[in-house]
């Protein structure tokens, strides 16, 4: 298996333009992850799905923040419109459970926003 | 509030020697707490998960200890070697939130 596989590796947009992060989980891995790292606040907990639900999106900074699982193999995340403050490195992970298991992270997507 | 700590500084320690790194919690009861190590540029990579109700758990070099009194993991690497330098992160994970926090790591430096 080659991992999770985020895309694009790095991204840079202006203030104000709709970003769009991707991620295909590890084949046969119920749950996937968000995650969001900052110097100042380390890793951070965006949403979760499961089986392609989302189930816990409190991690959510603001309504300009979206995601997506539309089938197993494939979930987005969408800012619209990006902020400065949006700058960040953003994690995909998957796991076989949410307890109990490991999560399997992809290399990350670094979003700088000018 | 609820806080999990890891030393902020650089640890650096000779090649042969035993790194000891320590994730301190509070206003947490861990069901069980993980350790990733993250290398620059990559994401984190699982390395071991220990129980509430296990003291110790070992994985080659690796050594984790987990004291729920004290409310404390020890992350040891005997034999360290350049390879182990890294930033290592703890992760809790708490039924009550029912997600996996993460400690914001310590770096590790192992020099010949």
């Known amino acids: 298996d080659a991992g999770v596989i985020q895309s694009p590796r790095h991204e840079v947009t202006e203030m104000g333009q709709e970003v769009t992060l991707r991620c295909k989980p590890i084949s046969g891995h119920d749950y996937l992850f968000w995650y969001r790292q900052t110097m100042m606040r380390g890793l951070e907990l965006l949403i979760y799905f499961n089986n392609n639900v989302p189930i816990d999106d409190s991690g959510m900074p603001e309504d300009r923040f979206s995601a997506k699982m539309p089938n197993a193999s494939f979930s987005t995340l969408k800012i619209q419109p990006s902020e400065p403050r949006d700058s960040a490195v953003y994690f995909c992970?998957?796991?076989?459970?949410?307890?109990?298991?490991?999560?399997?992270f992809g290399s990350g997507t670094r979003l700088t926003v000018v | 509030s609820q806080k999990i700590e890891q030393n902020s500084e650089a640890l650096n320690i000779q090649e042969g020697k035993t790194a000891t790194l320590t994730c301190n919690y509070t206003n947490y009861s861990p069901a069980y707490l993980q350790w990733y190590r993250q290398d620059p540029g990559r994401g984190p990579v699982f390395l071991l998960l220990i129980r509430e109700n296990e003291k110790e758990k070992r994985k080659e070099r690796l050594k984790v200890t987990f004291d729920t009194t004290l409310k404390q993991s020890l992350f040891h690497i005997t034999a360290s070697q350049p390879a182990d330098s890294a930033t290592y992160l703890c992760?809790?994970?708490?039924?009550?939130?029912?997600?996996?926090?993460f400690g914001t790591g310590t770096r590790l430096q192992v020099t010949l």
């Open positions: 992970a998957s796991s076989l459970a949410r307890v109990n298991y490991g999560y399997t």
């Open positions: 992760a809790l994970f708490t039924g009550t939130a029912s997600k996996l926090t």
